[in-house]
Structures are given as C-alpha cells and as structure tokens.
C-alpha cells in the first residue's frame, strides 16, 4: 500500500512537471501623465511665459548672480528645465549666445543617434531653434527664443535619473509639448 501511495506521488509529481515555462515580456512602470495646463511667470523677470501647472519655479542654484536664470520642476517626473536668460548688448552678441547654445547641443553628438534642429518664429515674431536629441543622451530638447538684438532665452529639460530614455519617452513627448507651448507664449519685456 506505501509502495503504491509512493508510486501514485511521483507519478503525479512527474506529470506535473510537464507544463512548459514561458517567459514574460518586459514591462514597463504604467506612467500616468496629467493633462496639460498653464500658468503665467509673476513679475520681476524680464521676460513673461506660461509654464506647465505640474511644474515649481525655482531659482537656479548653478548661477546665483543670474536673478534671471530659473528651474521648471517637474517634481513628479524627477524633471527639470532649465531656463537661462541674457541681455544682448555690452559685449554679450546674439552671435556669441547663439553659437554657445549649438555647441552646448554638439555636446552630446557623442551619445545621441541624431540631432534633429528646427527653426521656428512665434506668435510675437521672435526667432526659436529647437534641438530634439535621440538616444541615451542627458537632454533631449533644448531650444532658445530670441529676437537677436535685445534678449535671449535658452531652455533644456533634463532628468534625475539614469533610466533608459525609451522608458521615458511618454515623459518626454509630454514636457515637450509644455516646452512648445513656453516658446510660443514668451514675450521679452520692454
């Protein structure tokens, strides 16, 4: 009777093995985005904008002398946007702003699989040229809006994180659209 109860387990124990194992697909974090809103800059910068509502400004802590330099930050994202500022004229050229902004951007020629540059003219009649950067690059979008003779602005989103960019791609095409929607409400104080 133990012989048989003993055989019976193993067999069932055996035919229980036989299931065959398939591997799952990688998965990705469900990344829940919120609609997009805006809000506009207080007072006293010499420039106004709108900014995402999932967004904080805060002061920029690389350049403290630059009042004018601020953070967007996308806290939920680990996301930042770095947003700087200079005046054209007393030996700062819209020649040297601009051609500092293409070289911050080849920078990242080493990581990047392309580097797709537009130009593009606001509702205000200023000049933007956005940079949108592909592979495992720190920043992904950077762009700057100026009307050449006065003021410049040079934004560029960054993240927290050393995650692949693939699975932050719903994350990035989301500030991207706030980062267009910036560029296109900016408009430089008289």
């Known amino acids: 009777m133990r012989r048989t109860l003993f055989c019976l387990v193993l067999g069932l124990s055996l035919v229980s093995c036989e299931e065959t194992y398939l591997p799952k697909p990688p998965g990705y974090n469900r990344i829940d985005l919120p609609e997009h809103g805006f809000q506009s800059l207080s007072e006293g910068y010499p420039y106004t904008l709108e900014y995402s509502k999932h967004s904080q400004i805060e002061a920029d802590s690389f350049n403290i002398e630059e009042e004018e330099w601020i953070n967007l930050h996308y806290v939920d994202f680990g996301a930042k946007v770095h947003l700087t500022y200079k005046k054209i004229g007393n030996g700062v050229t819209f ?46 979008f950077q762009f700057f809006v100026t009307d050449s003779t006065e003021n410049f602005l040079r934004g560029a989103l960054y993240f927290n994180t050393a995650m692949k960019n693939d699975s932050l791609a719903p994350v990035i095409e989301y500030i991207k659209v706030d980062m267009a929607h910036l560029m296109n409400s900016v408009k430089f104080q008289e």
Not at 108 to 129: D, F, M, N, R, W
Request: charged share 20%; aromatic share 6%; no cysteine.
């Open 95 to 140: 020649k040297k702003l601009s051609n500092d902004a293409f070289q911050l951007t080849a920078k990242h020629q080493i990581k990047a699989y392309g580097i797709q540059e537009s130009v593009a003219l606001t509702p205000e009649g200023y000049t933007g040229v956005i940079a949108e950067l592909e592979g495992e690059v720190p920043t992904q």
